[in-house]
C-alpha cells in the first residue's frame, strides 16, 4: 500500500468493484442508439403524445442496412427507442393501441422491435431496449400504481419476446413542470423484472448498472471515476439533472458535476458504488432524424474526438444515428459513419506491443508484468513500491502514436495519475500524462520512433494493476 493513501475515504473507495455484467457490459465500449418513432414524421423532438398513428410510415425500413453500418463503423450493439416520451411502441404491445399495428406500416402487421433485434443477432452486435418511463400519451401515466403496471407489462413484453438484451435504458427527461402529471415510478418493481428475465443486461441511466454523463453534447471529463459516492446512483439525482423542457437540451455541456471521483471529490464520503459512465451524443444536432439537418451531420474529426474522450477515457460512447422516413440510415449520416469506421481501422490496425519484451519496477506474486501483453491476467507492482514503473522494449526501433493503458477494475480503479516516457537518443522523454485510467485510457501524441515505452504509475489508492498495454501507430 503506497505511502499517499491517508485517507479512509479513498480506502473504502478503492474497494469498490464492478459486478458480472457492468464487466461485460464493459467490453462493449462504442455502441449505436436509434431515435425512430412518430416524431421521424413529424419533424418534433418531443412528441406530444397526440400523432395519429397513420402518419408512422417508413416504407423502405430495411435493420440490416442499419446494423451494417453501425458495425461497420465500429459499434458493438444498439439500442433502440422502443417508445419515447411520446409513448409511441415500434411493437404491437398488448397494452395499447398506440403502435406500430394501427399503423400503415407492413400493413399493421410490423414489429419493428423484432426486425432490428432480429438483425442485430444476425449480425452479431448486441441489442438494448430504449423504454421511456415518461409517457405523454398513456392515460394512466401518473395513476402510481395503475401506470406502474402499465410499464411493467410492457417491460415483460420487451424482455420475454426478443432474445437477449443487453441494456434496458431509462431516460431521466420529464417535461411535465409544476402542473404536469405526477407519477412517481416504482423503480424497485422495474428492475426486479429485468433482473428476473433478463439477469445479464444493465440497467442504464435511472438505473443502477450504468451511469449517464451529465450532458449530451459529447463533453467528457479529463478523469473519469467508475467508483463514485452512492448518492449518484439515485434515480432521483439523475432525473433532476436530466431534460426538463424541449429546448436545446443537447448542446449544454454542464451537466453534473465535473469531478465525481478524485480524492478531493470524496474527503470524508463513506458510501460508494461501482458506477461507470456512458456518454450519449447525437451525430446530428437533434436526437431524430430531421432533414433540415442533413448538412449538420457531425465530422469525423469530432467524433474521433468524443470516440478518444471517452471510450479512451473510461467511458462507453453511445453514439444516435436517427433513421430516416424511410426507414433507413440517411446517406449523408452513411458517409460519415463509413468513414469514421476506416478511420478507427487505420488508427488501431496493429497492436505494436505484442512483439516487446516487458519489465517492471516490481511485481507481485503471480500477477507478472508480461500479463499485460495477453488478454489474460494482470500486472500488479509490489506492496512497497510507491511509484512503480513498467517498461515495454523493442529489439528494434518502433514508430508509437497512440499508448492504450487498461487497469485490472476486477480489483477495482486505483491509478490517481500516470506519466508515459519513450526512449530516444538523449534519454527517456516524457510523451504523456493523465490522471485515471480505469477501463481504458488512450494516450495520443505526434509519432515517436523508439525502442523503449515506460509508463510510470505516479500516484495509485490500494493496489495498482495494469491488465493491458496496447501500442499502436496510424497505418
Ligand atoms: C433525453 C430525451 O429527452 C431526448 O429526447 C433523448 O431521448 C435523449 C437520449 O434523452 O433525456
Redesign the pocket.
Known sequence: MPQTMQNNSVCLASKVTPSQRQLQWQKLEFYAFC?FGTNTFTGK??GDGNAAPSLFNPKHLDAEQWVKEIKNAGMRALILTCK??DGFCLWPSKFTDYSVKSSPFRNGQGDIVKEVSDACKKHGIKFGVYLSPWDRHEKTYGTGAEYDSYFVNQLTELAENYGEIFCFWF???CGEGKNGKKQVYDWDKYFAVIREKQPNAVISICGTDVRWCGN?AGKYRSAEWSVVPSYIGDQKYTAEN??QADENFAKRVKGTDEDLGSRSAIDGVRDFIWYPCET?VSIRPG?FYHKSQDFKVKSVKKLMDIYYGTVGGNSAFLLNIPPDKNGLISKYDVRVLRKLGKSLRQEFSENLAVSASVSASSENGENKALNVLSADGFWQCAEEDVIPEITLEFAKSVNIDKVVLCENIETGQQIESFEIYAENESGFEKIGSGETVGAKRICRFSPNKTRKIKVKITSYRRIATLKQIELYCKS
Request: hydrophobic share 25%; aromatic share 16%.
Open positions: 431515435h423532438e418531443w419515447h416520451h431516460d431521466g427527461a449530451e436530466s431534460q450519449d436526437w
